[in-house]
């Protein structure tokens, strides 16, 4: 392999050093992470999801409750991996103390995750290709469709991501910032290198506490060593902060739940059998799936592997190797998790495209970085330029295509009129809904800070159900026909003023409606 790989150019290390070699805290390289974070919350605000149900909301819920989390009732009983995941449920509990129990808080919890996600991104690519690759790399990454329509009351739905309380982009930030940790740390030595890679193993610890199949990721850890150069004997640097981090998590999960491993416990036991059918044929294609079914633009991250792995063969250069490895370390347990080992016990949904964030970093430094050592090897100036300008044009024409959608998303707007209306009101003592609206509706009978403004009940029942129930058919009734994903509600029923039905509520866009007999 070659052995010119992760060396700073002359124009990089003079931009990073300055005449008084300022230190790392005050270099370029955080005014530009700053940018970036701003950029993350802008889009998150642009878009602006509602807190959503399920997951998220246990999460939230959790944290709220914490550290009296009843683990044997309804719904943690059947999630306990979500609240197991300490990396997630503390922050969002100090989120609720700082901004209260309400929308703010979970807001900042998930623009938290977003920024830790994109400057993890660029922190990766930078330290790999530079700013030049880096900065316009994440930001084309900012306005993927993945990560613009996570809306399922929206048309187009295609995963939750920005603006949503998940796990996967802090964790898929966490532990790229890792990786970055690493690279920079094999261009220094003695203290300065420890304490890179100390911090480097901090991230990648944490990010076990808040996805914890990172933790298939650490396989590549001693391949990265080795494409850096750096010494195996320095792996404890890396390996003490991730066991410490372990061993907070198992202290904490002793003191609170009983039980130092039950973490991980819940973490092996989730899956089962899969509710659609699977065979292996499916699970090998887990990949492919998830980047091409739910958008055509997920074809930008196949093609970006595809550059990688060409110009590693090329190239030969050891940083490509360095994301094909680390793209490798990842796909081939989700891929057997799938149900390549057993279709008929799945512990993860590998054409989820979520579960694939971890490696979106890898994408963006191998594929971006291929492309700018293939065009340096082009020997004619006048063809280099020419292909270097079909690059931009390209890029430029991806933007539109990529936000093409986002004038029409339909905000969280619905809900705060919901919010306006109820506000006061005692002449409504209940309203029914499914199970996801009468979750994502506990944040709307509140403020924004968590300040109880109607004091009714919200009672619901499973979204499975055909019909309304007989013991809600009266209602009040909060409805929406859904879009996106996920099935419709109550699809045997007709709120209907010839079923007896009247509408008491509507919300300006048409998107949520109250119904009473």
């Known amino acids: 392999m070659a052995q010119t790989t992760v060396r700073e150019s002359a124009t990089e290390r003079s931009a990073e050093e300055g005449p008084r070699r300022r230190p790392w805290w005050r270099r370029r390289v955080v005014g530009l992470s700053a940018l970036v974070a701003a950029c993350a919350v802008a889009v998150q605000w642009i878009i602006m999801t509602p807190p959503l149900y399920y997951d998220p909301y246990y999460v939230f819920e959790g944290a709220r409750r914490w550290p009296d989390i009843p683990l044997d009732r309804w719904p943690f009983n059947e999630v306990p991996h979500q609240v197991s995941r300490i990396g997630l449920l503390l922050p969002a509990r ?28 660029y922190l990766l690519v930078r330290s790999l290709f530079g700013d030049r690759v880096g900065l316009p ?45 690493l690279v920079v740390a094999s261009r220094r030595t003695g203290r300065r290198q420890t304490a890179l890679l100390v911090a480097a193993g901090l991230c990648m ?9 990172a933790a ?21 640097a890396v390996a003490a902060p991730m066991l410490g981090v372990l061993a907070v998590s198992m202290i904490h999960n002793q003191l609170v739940w009983g039980n130092a491993m039950s973490a991980i416990r819940s973490a092996a036991g989730h899956g089962g059998e899969p509710s659609e059918p699977v065979t292996r044929m499916l699970a090998l294609r887990s990949f492919e799936r998830a980047m091409t079914d739910w958008h055509p633009l997920g074809w930008v991250f196949v093609v970006l592997l595809l550059l990688n792995a060409v110009g590693w063969i090329v190239t030969r250069d050891r940083r490509l190797a360095l994301t094909l490895v680390w793209f490798v370390t990842l796909a081939v347990p989700l891929t057997l998790l799938s149900g390549l080992t057993d279709p008929h016990h799945i512990t993860l949904r590998g054409w989820l495209l979520r579960y694939w964030f971890p490696v979106l970093p890898a994408f963006l430094a191998g594929g971006l970085g291929a492309l700018t050592l293939l065009l340096a090897r082009v020997p004619a100036a006048r063809v280099r330029t020419g292909l270097a300008v079909a690059c931009c044009a390209l890029a430029g024409a991806y933007v539109p295509v990529a936000v093409a959608q986002v004038p029409d998303l339909p905000r969280d707007n619905a809900w705060n009129e919901l919010r306006g209306w109820l506000d006061g009101r005692d002449d409504l003592e209940v309203i029914w809904s499914d199970h996801r609206l009468a979750q994502t509706l506990t944040f709307y009978t509140r403020d924004v800070w968590g300040r109880e403004q109607w004091h009714g009940r919200i009672r619901s029942f499973p979204h499975e159900y055909r019909a309304i129930p007989v013991i809600a058919e009266d209602g009040p009734f909060l409805f929406t026909r859904w879009r996106g994903m996920e099935p419709a509600m109550v699809a045997n029923s007709r709120l209907t ?9 509507r919300s300006s866009d048409g998107l949520l409606e109250i119904w009473a007999r």
Request: net charge positive; charged share 10%; with cysteine.
């Open 205 to 213: 610890g944490c990010a076990f506490l808040i996805r914890d199949f």
């Open 216 to 236: 298939f990721m650490y396989v590549g850890i001693p391949v990265f060593f080795r494409l850096l150069g750096i010494s195996w004997r320095r792996l404890w």
């Open 497 to 505: 003023p010839q079923n007896g039905y009247r509408r008491l509520w």
């Open 137 to 181: 790399a994440t930001l084309l990454l900012m306005v993927h469709p993945f990560f613009l329509l996570t809306n399922p009351f929206g048309e187009r739905e295609i995963t939750w991501s920005m603006g949503v309380m998940l796990p996967d982009m802090p964790g898929a930030g966490l532990f790229a910032a890792g990786v970055a940790g």
């Open 94 to 121: 100090l989120m609720q103390e700082l901004l209260g129990p309400g929308q703010a808080a979970y807001f900042a919890m998930a623009a938290l995750g977003g920024i830790v996600f994109y400057v993890g991104c």
